[in-house]
């Protein structure tokens, strides 16, 4: 096999710290404890792990939330090492996957982040927020690649947790929770080979400076190929020939330093770097006509159908996994690091105070096709007059929509700052527990960031975006440059208590006031070339476009009609000190908590409680004109839920919740048109337009049978409807916007994202070999995801009065934008302590069947085509790690 330089920098460093560990661990005589929770060894405890879901250390059957938990071996079994990995095993959880695994963000319960909101989910990596990104395009706030790696446990919260963790957890929270160091010498490493030239080095050294101060680091480097086929005739770019691949370093250094008896600093340092060929839509319906429902189509559309189904039938001789790449510098990069640093001190018995300081910045490039459909343009440099430069190939394209960082610049680059003063304390004996605290987080930008977009425009080199717009008077074309600097700052103070009425009766109570703040500077450009002038008609005003290439203020309501004299058309280079525009967003609110628990017996919990969640309002900066700011949303909701454990001959345990959410001023993604199109552009906007409800239940449970054998199950049920639309076309005509298509989801629609079904099955069972063999386990895991709405269909609906309602019954069989279901099984076979050495094997194959799994849908059927974005096929892969100081 042969290693790039990178791989051997990543040997070279995994070869050190063999070094430097294996000498001591050979001078040990007995196996030490490594602090790692053995889950799978005794099954019968799954309520009995440690979470710090209120942040606090509990054990599980003790906390009043819906959680899913993964452990180090369920995390390493089903080889998740992405933010879609943990949401296909957690029912009541998914992803939206638009802008590939680095940008991957969370819905819970129905919770969907749309783009350019704030996400519904908050996702903690110890103790702290993850950095955000700016808002160009969606990203930061999540899981990013390299975070997965030697962690304690990974915890979905599900439910509104605004009280304890702040703003924008609507939906519910992540929790990732890294190993701390201990005071064993212990590490390992770990490599991994497999198909797609799968090639993963991992390895951890935790050293005990003295009594005081220990120190651990960790290092992982992941690298595959992508799955995604290329039938084009261009190639994917600078990280690789394949869509999906995964190519990341990620580094942490974490110490805890006990200054004193009562007071320890704990330090984490986390770093990652990916470089992916990102995801690109495949086509997986195409129309030469109008299909039902839909107006005729005209030649044009005609024309783009044709290409589509053309497209369709190339892609079919590669296979279900192959796509069209149109972007010679197709990426995904993103950069991130931060630094946490928690200090606890123990005033008292009866009081601890904890100090949370974090620094992070975030840096993403995306360079994607959103809709993977476009064509061919032969001959274009001799046909016009190009934006920049010359004819380079023959084969030039016209894709029909492709977003791509600023030139020389960064799709998404933010700094993050947290500072939050916790005070915890308790009663004598215990009964009465409380906790509160200051919160402060500012998010600033690192420059200016952005992203350029054409939308069916010919191109003769889309690398550097040389692509002619709008050639003479076509009403098809358009590339728009959008930059911004948006600053983000939030802070908040909160308290909860719990008193215990009685040994078995519990209330608790919680209140959080926060105040948000989003001042957003940004700029919408857009060009076009006229070799003559031309007389035309723009948002229903005659117009001569003079002769010549030339760039204009897309926000004509702001900045006038282009050609007028508060906006002319200028020279391109005069771009970027022109059509500013500056909105400032300010939003607070109280939520809160309400709950009372009752346990019958020790491993008995009911629980009922009423949590209000609040997401903040924003800027939308590349929003419609006008309709850039919308305003925070609120969510009342009201869950009951039991947890049960019991042990004996074959213990288990059976957790269920139930819950109602009343949701109100829900910010939705609206899609805005002129009828007929050339009277305006296509846009979208973000607008507080709804009131929905969701209902729902999650079971969890697992069982022994017997000695060795522990069978697991969960399950979500989702019900969600929207119940009221604001009068949109009152909206736009009060604004004076020229819009009259204007493209709501339906009253009576579901919610987009929300999966009404979802189970997941597993089962290991451990074989009964003495220690001098090792323990060798094998397992499997099936997950079914029923079909549901990804996207709404636009064309379904239509304006009554203050409500948008479905034209015919809003059914799955009639729409577009709904995703099959999907029944998906993985495998693995581990066996740890080979022969009693410190060794461990482990082989795990992923989707056994090759199921086809859809993750998105692009509804563009008005247009000829929809596509989709879709789930890696089988994989498989061993790994072996040895292990030092156990």
Known sequence: MQFNQQWKIALLAASALTAAMAAPALAQTAPQSTGETDQASNPANANDIIVTAQRVEQRLQDVPISITVFDETKLTNNNIQSARDIATYTPGLSTNNRYGADNTTWTIRGFTQEQRTTATVGTFFADVVMPRASGATQGGEGAGPGYLFDLQNVQVLKGPQGTLFGRNSTGGAVLIVPKKPTDRLEGYVEGQLGDYNLRRVQAVLNVPINDTFKVRFGLDRNKRDGYLKNAGTIGFGPNGNAGGSVDYWAARVSVVADFTPDIENYTVANWSKSKSTGLIPKITRCFTAAPPGYAAFSASTVATGQQACDQMAREATLGFWSVSNPLPDEQSDLETWQVINNTTWRASDNLTVKNILSYGELRGITDLDLFGAYKIVPNLGSAVVPVRGTETSPNNVQPFNVTHSIPNGYSNRESSFVEELQFQGRSDGGRWIWQGGFYL????????????????????????????????????????????????????????????????????????????????????????????????????????????????????????????????????????????????????????????????????????????????????????????????????????????????????????????????????????????????????????????????????????????????????????????????????????????????????????????????????????????????????????????????????????????????????????????????????????????????????????????????????????????????PRMWGARLRYKFGR
């Open 441 to 872: 987080e500012n998010s600033d930008p690192l420059g200016v960031s952005g992203i350029q977009s054409t939308t069916q425009t010919p191109c003769i080199d889309l690398a550097t975006f040389n692509c002619v717009p709008g050639q003479n008077g076509s009403s098809l074309g358009r590339l728009a440059y959008q930059d911004t600097l948006t600053k983000f700052r939030d802070k908040a103070i909160y308290f909860q208590t719990s008193y215990d009425v009685t040994d078995k009766l519990k209330l608790t109570g919680g209140i959080r006031y926060t105040w948000d703040e989003v001042d957003s500077i940004y700029r919408i450009t857009a060009e076009r070339i006229y070799s003559a002038p031309v007389a035309s008609v723009l948002n229903g005003t005659p117009i001569t476009f003079p002769a010549g290439t030339y760039f204009y203020c897309l926000n004509d309501v702001t900045f006038g009609r282009p050609g007028s004299a508060t906006n002319q058309y200028r020279p391109l280079d005069q771009r970027f000190g022109a059509c500013t525009e500056h909105h400032n967003v300010k939003s607070h609110a109280p939520t809160w908590l309400l709950d009372v628990d009752f346990k019958p017996m020790q491993d008995v919990l009911l629980y009922a409680k009423w949590s209000r969640g609040y997401r903040q309002g924003a800027v939308a900066s590349f929003a419609a004109d006008t309709l850039q700011d919308y305003g925070p949303e609120k969510v009342d909701t009201y869950e009951v839920g039991a947890k049960t454990s019991w042990r004996g001959m074959m213990p288990g345990y059976f957790n269920v919740s139930a819950f109602y959410n009343d949701f109100r001023n829900q910010q939705l993604q609206i899609g805005l048109s002129c009828l007929p199109v050339s009277l305006c552009a296509q846009t979208t906007a973000i607008i507080n337009a709804a009131k929905s409800r969701l209902w729902g239940v999650e079971v969890e449970a697992g069982i022994t049978p017997f000695e060795g054998l522990r069978l697991e199950a969960s399950y979500a049920y989702l019900n969600t409807k929207i119940l009221s639309i604001v009068d949109l076309q009152g909206l736009v005509t009060a604004r004076g916007l020229p819009f009259t298509d204007i493209r709501p989801l339906p009253v009576g629609s579901v919610i987009p994202n929300s999966i009404p079904h979802k189970l997941v099955l597993s089962g290991n069972y451990t074989f009964p070999l003495p220690p001098s063999v090792g323990k060798v386990t094998v397992g499997a895991t099936w997950v079914y995801t029923s079909r549901y709405r990804a996207v709404s269909d636009p064309f379904v609906g239509v304006q009554q009065g203050s409500n948008f309602v479905a034209v015919q019954p809003y059914s799955f069989a009639s729409e577009f934008g709904v995703l099959p279901s999907s029944k998906l099984l993985n495998l693995n076979a581990t066996w740890d302590n080979v022969g009693g050495m410190p060794v461990d094997l482990g082989v795990f194959v992923t989707n056994v069947t090759n199921a086809h799994v859809y993750l998105h849908s692009n509804v563009q059927a008005a247009s000829g085509f929809v596509s989709n974005i879709i789930g890696e």
